[in-house]
């Protein structure tokens, strides 16, 4: 069967008004449809500031460094990279100074290049062999029922609210997907397993960082920023592109959405479907008062365990074979006892798909820390909860049947690589054995870490070596063995995207050079000259932002020769660089060699410190459905 008639935009039912008033299009604006330059609203910055320095953040930061569950040096880490650039875009929606939006209307009449657009690969590839062969693909199956419901899940709705007797309206109907070449999205057996993953961020983990990533590492998976259900919903394809479309060499990715209504998160699902991402992710971790308070969704959805696992249930059966995940916090408000989480995490596990990427298991990528959706803003409340890993950990080994992702805090790639290893004896002051201990504390099914702030901190930093340390690759990726191949590469990549989607009304090309170079802000995080560097790209945007006879290639040459940025820093490998002497010079093989080990058994030690995990003292265990 194929798709039905009826437009996105067609006359949709309406949405009932409870729903209405959980997701309403205001978050769509900073958490759903803000978030990059590829959208139609743009964020209410949409230009980002190239430079901020946040010494409020700082101090907060170090404030509340003492109460947290790591030691000190990596704290005053953590502190430098959140101080860096935390001006918290996506969660502060919120923020009363941010500037008004600049106009950003383009010609949409206009058809823009999809596919392959100058060499770079699209994901849109896969939807325009739809566009040839399923004309309407993106069109919903589901019509109004005879009392003008909104009946997608009709089939799953039993006799409530939902029922439907005669037609099938579920968007499982997958025949579209013989349509997809298989050659645009590797296989999902393929896909590497999820030992260390790109944290979804609003404003910054957009298409573009998340290219720049893959240039660094090739099996970190990637979360998009979140993208609400709402804003899917009432995108006429193939305006979608701007909020799906990415680079196919950006798998595996994963598609975050935000949302608290089963029948939008499905058809958010299924448009999104033949986009081939690999994986979709349910927000329920975020606690902006947009998204947790007047959304509704976001980290509020932990106070909701069965309506989660209505949402997953609906999503997985749109997805068009993805599996679902879900990101969520250690608890909220006063829900916050580890029995509730326990009682949460068996509810909704019951209804996640296994994830080939988690060893076979449901995955929960956790935020070890709770949300106060009273009192802190959301930057707070990503700072001053105290870390919880040990939570994540008495997790795991609670639930030996689902698989987890500890997220929160991690600033280095050696934390990421022991957790992901599994095996903290090697780094042992004596040379250490294997115990039955250290499976306890870093039991299988803790499979990997998810890094957000620190990864867009100092990108080169923490990611350069990402595919050898963690995922036991015998080398990184070709451009990520200098600064200065990245940086070819990546400019090829701007310059085949710039304007992709028009120009607007102030002259701006969309994606603008300004967006653009925006991941690239720390990429000299620590290295001489990075201010300088920053200083020369602020004043070359002033003056070229909206230049289109200067391609981003050029920009980036020139301002690299402007700011002074030296050959010796543009050339070093990454594992030099990262770490210098006391004089400035970078360290010899062996110097380098002993630091790593070294950080690897820091890590290993702040994980054999932590706090004894919770007990689950109260039996709240619900008899979960079988997996999918
Ligand atoms: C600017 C910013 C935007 C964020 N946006 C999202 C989001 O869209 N969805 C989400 O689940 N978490 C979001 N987060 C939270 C991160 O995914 C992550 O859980 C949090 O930053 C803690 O990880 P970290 O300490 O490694 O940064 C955001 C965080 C930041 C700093």
Excluded at 15 to 31: D, E, F, K, M, T
Excluded at 50 to 74: D, I, K, Q, Y
Aim: glycine share 8%; proline share 8%.
């Amino acid at each position: 069967m194929l798709r039905g008639a009826m437009s996105v935009t067609a006359a949709l039912p309406a949405v009932p008004r409870a729903v209405a008033r959980r997701a309403r299009p205001a978050c769509s604006r900073r958490w759903g449809g803000g978030g990059s330059s590829h959208r139609r609203h743009p964020p209410a910055v949409a230009e980002p500031a190239w430079t901020t320095g946040r010494l409020g953040a700082r101090r907060r930061f170090l404030r509340v460094s003492s109460e947290t569950a790591v030691g000190p040096r990596s704290f005053r880490k953590a502190a430098r990279l959140a101080s860096s650039r935390d001006d918290d875009p996506g969660c502060a929606a919120s923020d009363p100074g941010a500037k008004p939006p600049v106009d950003e209307t383009v010609d949409d009449a206009t058809p823009r290049p999809r596919g392959s657009v100058n060499g770079v690969q699209w994901a849109s590839a896969r939807v325009l062999e739809l566009d040839a062969n399923v004309p309407g693909w993106w069109s919903f199956p589901h019509e109004r029922d005879e009392d003008g419901r909104f009946a997608v899940l009709g089939e799953r709705g039993g006799g409530g609210e939902h029922a439907h007797s005669s037609r099938r309206l579920s968007f499982r109907d997958d025949s579209w997907t013989g349509f997809v070449r298989d050659d645009l999205r590797p296989p999902r057996s393929s896909l590497p397993p999820q030992r260390l993953s790109i944290a979804p961020m609003m404003e910054y983990t957009t298409p573009h960082f998340r290219h720049l990533v893959r240039l660094l590492t090739k099996n970190t998976w990637l979360y998009t920023e979140m993208e609400v259900d709402q804003t899917l919903r009432h995108t006429d394809h193939p305006r979608l592109d701007r909020f799906l479309d990415f680079p196919i060499a950006g798998h595996p990715t994963s598609l975050q959405l935000g949302g608290a209504d089963p029948e939008l998160l499905a058809i958010a699902s299924a448009v999104a479907a033949p986009y081939g991402y690999d994986e979709l992710n349910l927000n329920c971790g975020c606690p902006s008062p947009k998204v947790a308070g007047k959304g509704a969704f976001g980290a509020s959805l932990m106070l909701e365990p069965n309506l989660v696992a209505e949402c997953v249930a609906a999503m997985a059966e749109n997805a068009g074979g993805a599996p679902v995940t879900v990101k969520c916090r250690v608890g909220v408000d006063d829900k916050d006892s580890y029995d509730e989480l326990c009682a949460f995490i068996e509810t909704v596990s019951g209804q996640l798909p296994n994830c080939p990427s988690a060893g076979g298991k449901p995955l929960f990528a956790i935020h070890a820390r709770k949300a106060l959706l009273n009192g802190l803003s959301p930057a707070e409340n990503r700072a001053v909860p105290p870390l919880r890993y040990e939570w994540v950990v008495a997790l795991a080994n609670d639930f030996p049947h689902v698989a987890f992702a500890l997220n929160g805090g991690i600033v280095d790639i050696e934390t990421a690589s022991v957790i992901a290893n599994g095996d903290l004896a090697p780094f042992d002051d004596d040379g250490g054995v294997h115990s039955a201990a250290d499976e306890t504390l870093i039991p299988g099914n803790l499979i990997g870490t998810m890094i957000g702030r620190a990864a867009h901190a100092d990108p080169w930093g923490v990611l350069a070596t990402a595919d050898v340390d963690v995922f036991g690759d015998t080398q990184n990726p070709e451009t990520a063995t200098s600064r200065r191949k990245l940086l070819t590469a990546y400019g090829e990549y701007c310059d085949a995207t710039r304007g992709r989607f028009g120009v607007t009304k102030d002259g701006y090309a969309v994606p603008s050079t300004r967006h653009l170079v925006h991941p690239l802000q720390n990429l000299f995080y620590g290295e001489p000259n990075a201010k300088r560097w920053r200083r020369a790209m602020d004043d070359a945007l002033k003056r070229d932002a909206k230049n289109q006879n200067v391609s981003v290639s050029e920009l980036i040459d020139q301002t690299l020769r402007e700011g002074g940025v030296s050959d010796e820093t543009l050339d070093a490998p990454p594992s030099v660089r990262r770490s210098r002497k006391p004089n400035g010079l970078g360290l010899s093989d062996d110097e380098a060699a002993d630091t790593k080990r070294a950080r690897l058994r820091d890590a290993a030690k702040k994980l054999r410190s932590l706090p004894p995990p919770p007990t689950r003292s109260v039996e709240t265990r619900v008899v979960p459905a079988p997996a999918r």
